[in-house]
């Protein structure tokens, strides 16, 4: 493979998972891809036309993306953004533990988890 195929291939690949993560943030959420469109100042088919991959959308653009989906730049390219809204809730309050409380808790749900019969 050229290297301008190479180029040309990992920039539709790139879309393409960029189109997917966006649709699965998206449907999270609970919008359409019009509404979605709509409600961050664009036409009727422009998160669509993210999402199939025909383009990417403007730095700018990203960041306003992110907001509207309530999540950051950063988790938008990891798959913690995808959990359930209680699992962030639960995942923030155990990051506020001290760490000797975090441990005996993880203690307590080891023991729990290895100890009872489901």
Known sequence: MKQEEYIRFLE????????L????????????????????GQNKNYINSIEVGNHFP???AFFEICYYLSISP???FTEKSL???????????LCRLPPHI?????????????NSVY
Not at 21 to 37: P, Q
Not at 84 to 90: G, L, R, V, W
């Open 12 to 19: 539709i690949y790139s879309k393409k998972n960029f189109g």
């Open 21 to 40: 993560r966006l649709s699965a943030l998206r449907e999270r959420k609970g919008v359409s891809a019009r509404k979605m469109s709509l409600d961050l």
């Open 58 to 60: 403007t730095m700018q």
């Open 74 to 76: 950063s988790e938008f």
């Open 83 to 93: 959990k359930a809204p209680e699992d962030h809730d639960i995942t923030e309050l």
């Open 102 to 114: 975090f441990q005996h808790l993880s203690q307590i749900i080891t023991d729990f988890i290895e």
